[in-house]
């Protein structure tokens, strides 16, 4: 089963794309990876967890805080009550007024770890996990109103309709098959 990875706006849940999104990953027999949170990570994460019949998990990768009991532990809010595979790491969530964006974070993980990513609108966050999926060579397209992508460090293609989100995801998952394995 493929991983989509599905990006955005940890506080707009922009319901009109993120839950026709989750359902269709979910009937498509995929895996959902999301950062864990709110916003499009909890929209689309519902819509995929009630899909029934769905043979896929819902992944989040979550960011954390030092906790001298546990080592670390998420941040409040964290994960949605849709994640069914948290993934605790030691990685911070970026945070946009530090400064410093060569430092590794949770994103690192989001997109390494997904086939496919799907950028909905979003802030800083969001499009740091585009340039990284850019960067990576990841397959990444934005899904939601063309100017809500136009602030991108680099061109990616944005679609409006689900179908055409489709269509992309299945092209990047053929291309990837046909690709040798690494040794």
């Known amino acids: 089963m493929a991983v989509i990875g599905v990006m955005g706006s940890g506080k707009q849940a922009w319901p009109e794309l993120?839950?026709?999104?989750?359902?269709?990953?979910a009937r498509a027999g995929h895996h959902l990876l999301t950062g864990g949170g709110g916003g499009v990570m909890t929209s689309v994460s519902r819509a995929f967890h009630q899909t029934p019949g769905r043979p896929g998990r819902c992944i989040g990768i979550l960011p954390t805080r030092s906790d001298a009991a546990h080592g670390f532990a998420p941040l409040d809010g964290y994960p949605n009550p849709f994640v069914e595979i948290p993934i605790v790491t030691p990685l911070p969530r970026f945070d946009a007024t530090d400064g410093d964006t060569g430092r590794l974070?949770?994103?690192?993980?989001?997109?390494?770890?997904s086939d496919v990513v799907i950028a909905l609108p979003g802030s800083q966050g969001t499009r740091d996990e585009i340039g990284l999926g850019l960067a990576f060579g990841k397959p990444v397209v934005g899904f939601g109103p063309a100017?809500?992508?136009?602030?991108?460090?680099?061109?990616?293609?944005?679609?409006?309709?689900?179908?055409?989100?489709?269509?992309?995801?299945?092209k990047a998952l053929a291309r990837q098959q046909q690709r040798p394995a690494p040794p």
Do not use: C, K, Y
């Open 18 to 25: 993120a839950e026709p999104l989750g359902q269709w990953i």
């Open 105 to 113: 974070t949770r994103n690192h993980v989001n997109i390494l770890s």
């Open 147 to 170: 100017d809500a992508f136009e602030l991108l460090p680099r061109p990616m293609p944005v679609m409006q309709d689900l179908d055409e989100v489709i269509g992309f995801v299945a």
